[in-house]
């Protein structure tokens, strides 16, 4: 099974851009498609992007499509979400996620889970 890491979260200024990381451990991180969520303070958790184990097909929730791009190096057991023109909207504990089935990810009910990276945007 995959275990996953999140990096990359920070403070960043409005409009600025910011990539996470996912990286995964253990085998087999090709049998997995992964998403990104995020969960803003009193907020539900959000799902942001999924992207399929071949790297060859992306899905984006409306709000941040065409704004944040979901991608992955199969090699490097990594997965990415680069984020444009962030806005203070945008602050929330960024969770990336993984399964080997993809209509479970599209549902938001992927099993394997990372800790989260925290991302604050300031005014």
């Known amino acids: 099974q995959v275990q996953l890491t999140e990096s990359g979260g920070r403070s960043v200024q409005a409009g600025t851009s910011l990539r996470l990381s996912c990286a995964g451990s253990?085998?087999?991180?090709?049998?997995?498609?992964v998403a990104w969520f995020r969960q803003a303070p009193g907020k539900e958790r959000e799902f942001l992007a999924a992207?399929?184990?071949?790297?060859?097909?992306?899905h984006y929730e409306t709000s941040v499509k065409g704004r944040f791009f979901i991608s992955r190096a199969n090699a490097e057991k990594t997965a990415y979400l680069q984020m444009n023109s962030l806005s203070p909207e945008d602050t929330a504990v960024y969770y990336c996620?993984?399964?080997?089935?993809?209509?479970?990810?599209?549902?938001?009910?992927?099993?394997?889970w990372g800790r989260g990276t925290q991302v604050t945007v300031s005014s």
């Open positions: 253990g085998q087999f991180f090709t049998d997995y498609n």
């Open positions: 996620a993984a399964d080997d089935n993809w209509g479970r990810i599209l549902a938001a009910l992927p099993r394997t």
């Open positions: 992207i399929n184990w071949a790297g060859d097909y992306e």
